[in-house]
């Protein structure tokens, strides 16, 4: 059964700071792996997704990594502003067709002005 | 483009009633998935429709249902309410692309069971 690990499960930074965020799973059989972030009480945001046969993807100051054979993937967040403020969530897809994702339980991070 | 939509925002019941949730995916998705989120539980998946057929379900009990009609918008119904089944409840769309299979989140129905 494919389980899904955030660490840590909450993070606080000072503004400017360049910080990691840290995914694993336990089945390596995976097709993508999806970062998203939420705000409170709202919907999920995509952020990026990484394909099974990638090993990197990057969108401005987010840079998210897959290492499928050792069940991890880290988002690396350059320059963090007030405005990253919010939860993280990982989610791995195992079947290549369809929606079924496994999430993590998020990482809340708060980054002080 | 105009993004996931999902109606309504917010619902209060009691136990023992009934409820619809309605999602409506982005243009040209095909396949719309539903998740509940609990503080509790976190994320989890209920089930996908892809061209009106459920193609892959969660865990759930059977009192969680769904439908997907022909221009892919889909409903979730709960029956007979219970206190647990208080959460946000998300939709997901996405257009198949194998492997390339991002999903987009509309914003959540809030439903509150007293």
């Known amino acids: ?113 | 483009k105009a993004g996931v939509t999902q109606t309504p925002r917010y619902l209060i019941k009691t136990r023992g009633q009934q409820v619809t949730l309605s999602c409506s995916p982005i243009s040209g998705h095909r396949s719309v998935s539903w998740y509940q989120q609990t503080p509790g539980q976190g994320l989890q998946f209920l089930f996908e429709y892809f061209s009106e057929t459920q193609r892959n379900k969660g865990n759930f009990p059977g009192r969680f249902s769904g439908r997907q009609f022909s221009n892919s918008r889909s409903e979730m119904n709960v029956s007979t309410l219970e206190l647990g089944d208080s959460a946000l409840y998300l939709c997901a769309s996405s257009f198949e692309r194998g492997a390339y299979n991002e999903q987009f989140f509309g914003p959540g129905t809030r439903l509150t069971v007293l």
Do not use: M
């Not at chain 1, 660490?7 to 995976?30: M, Q």
């Open chain 1, 1 to 113: 059964k494919q389980e899904v690990t955030q660490i840590p499960a909450a993070l606080s930074v000072p503004e400017g700071e360049n910080l990691v965020l840290n995914c694993s799973f336990t089945d390596s059989a995976i097709y993508n792996l999806q970062w998203f972030r939420q705000d409170p009480g709202k919907g999920l945001t995509s952020l990026l997704l990484i394909q099974s046969s990638q090993r990197e993807q990057t969108s401005g100051r987010l840079n998210a990594s897959l290492d499928k054979s050792s069940g991890r993937s880290t988002l690396y967040i350059a320059a963090s502003q007030p405005g990253d403020s919010a939860t993280y969530l990982c989610a791995v897809n195992t079947h290549n067709q369809g929606g079924k994702l496994i999430f993590g339980q998020g990482t809340e991070l708060s980054v002080k002005p």
